[in-house]
């Protein structure tokens, strides 16, 4: 079963860094599109490579919220502008709290 995806609440103090072992550039920036216990999906300024392993870390300068997600990209497809459309599979389901955090803090979107 598919958990559900929970929208971005589009909350401008999120900051959201890729860091990337291989490849070029070694990190980058994303903002976040949507987030399950499972993954989640950036737009992302740069390709990145499917099955490729990466480090997310995810800070709310306003929030006690700081979190590091290892994660594996699954697929991506361009978008307008040089963006691209990142999905990601957690390598660990998220945990329930975790979950809980985003709304509380206003990350993620309580609407729809």
């Not at 390709?47 to 306003?62: M, Q, S, Y």
């Not at 975790?98 to 729809?112: M, W």
């Amino acid at each position: 079963a598919r958990y559900p995806r929970h929208q971005s609440a589009g909350k401008p103090e999120l900051q959201i860094k890729i860091c990337r072992s291989v490849g070029e550039p070694r990190s980058l920036g994303a903002e976040l599109v949507d987030f399950s216990r499972d993954g989640f999906r950036l737009r992302v300024g740069a390709p990145l490579i499917v099955n490729e392993l990466v480090e997310v870390l995810v800070e709310d300068r306003n929030s006690p919220v700081e979190l590091a997600i290892s994660a594996t990209v699954r697929w991506q497809r361009p978008e307008s502008g040089e963006r691209w459309l990142t999905g990601f599979k957690f390598n660990r389901s998220t945990d329930w709290e975790t979950l809980g955090e985003l709304f509380l803090n206003e990350i993620l979107s309580t609407d729809g």
